[in-house]
């Protein structure tokens, strides 16, 4: 090999590695950088100063202080409601002065997010109740966009025949809490893409 063909083989490696370096420098690996834009994702949601980049095919609904975006099929778009696939997202109206057990209650992560004295259905069958659990089953911190983490918490809950006699099913509560920025991100479906979601937020 020449003096000249042996540099231009360096200069082109060089060139070759410097993506792989730049994703390595962000924090992400080269895969999850490549899977993350590969996504069908044409949306922006904003929701105080948070911006997130959502599949076109989720849909958003919002209603004062508390939007529902629905990822699937969904009979009645509002939160708690039952046969609706998709996630909440909430601002400081909808988590604070809650009518819990017929006082009030400030939401602050350390109980489970659920705004009501009564019975609530199931999300998946409106004949069954939802029961709550009162131990999480996993706590600690995500990435919520550069320079955010939310407090992260998972809450084991059950459903039940309405006689409260026959558990029916199982599943859990996740919870993003960002209190700085007053958000709460809620979601009882274990929506596909929702971590990388938020994971990848941008700030306004």
């Known amino acids: 090999m020449t003096k000249r063909s042996f540099v231009l083989a360096v200069l082109a490696a060089a060139v070759l ?8 420098a962000s924090g992400f690996s080269g895969a999850e950088v490549s899977s993350y834009s590969s996504a069908a994702v044409t949306t922006t949601f904003s929701f105080r100063g948070m911006n997130l980049q959502i599949p076109a095919g989720w ?22 409601a039952p046969n609706c696939q998709g996630f909440w997202v909430f601002g400081p ?22 705004p009501f004295s009564g019975v609530v259905s199931c999300p998946f069958n409106a004949k069954t109740g939802w029961y709550p659990g009162e131990k999480p089953t996993s706590t600690g911190l995500r990435q919520v966009g550069r320079g955010h983490k939310a407090k992260y918490t998972v809450w084991p809950n059950q459903c039940v025949t309405n006689n409260g006699g026959k558990r029916t099913a199982s599943f859990t509560q996740q919870e993003w809490f960002l209190p700085a920025s007053k958000i709460l991100v809620v979601d009882v479906w274990n929506t596909p893409k929702l971590s990388d979601v938020l994971t990848h937020a941008t700030w306004s």
């Open 93 to 114: 109206k909808a988590f604070t002065n809650l009518p819990v057990g017929g006082g009030s209650l400030t939401y602050t992560g350390k109980a489970q997010f659920y």
């Open 59 to 80: 849909k958003v609904h919002r209603d004062g202080d508390g939007v529902v975006v629905v990822t699937g099929k969904c009979d009645k778009p509002e939160p708690f």
């Open 17 to 24: 590695a410097a993506p792989t370096a730049a994703s390595a």
